[in-house]
Nanobody, 123 residues
Framework: QVQLVESGGGLVQAGGSLRLSCADS????????MGWFRQAPGKAREFVAA???????FYADSVKGRFTISRDNAKNTVYLQMNSLKPEDTAVYYC?????????????????WGQGTQVTVSS
């Protein structure tokens, strides 16, 4: 059983940084593809970034060069380092896991989800 718990959200000024964490209580964390998604008010949830078992990464164009996804398999944790934050990055950020071995931006392919953490960027 996989249980994902996000932390690290908060309020930050534009141009600032935050690091989100997602801890997984499951025993097979290292084999899962992990992803971050976000949902802004009034908008659909969208893909942000993903990392597979060998630490290869994939990003949405909107965050490329500003966000970095990483994983620590020893700690069963995936991170999202967010730099140069913009007001349009304001959203609830969700961590997700899938048993698929490759990248997918399709949220329907993710089997497990965290409860979400709020990120608010003020202008």
């Amino acid at each position: 059983q996989v249980q994902l718990v996000e932390s690290g959200g908060g309020l930050v000024q534009a141009g600032g940084s935050l690091r989100l964490s997602c801890a997984d209580s499951g025993r097979t964390f290292s084999s899962y593809t992990m992803g971050w998604f976000r949902q802004a008010p009034g908008k659909a949830r969208e893909f942000v970034a993903a990392i597979i078992w060998n630490r290869s990464t994939f990003y949405a164009d909107s965050v490329k060069g500003r966000f970095t996804i990483s994983r620590d398999n020893a700690k069963n944790t995936v991170y999202l380092q967010m730099n140069s934050l913009k007001p349009e990055d304001t959203a609830v950020y969700y961590c997700a896991a899938t048993q698929l071995q490759g990248f997918t931006t399709n949220q329907r392919r993710y089997d497990y989800w965290g409860q979400g953490t709020q990120v608010t960027v003020s202008s």
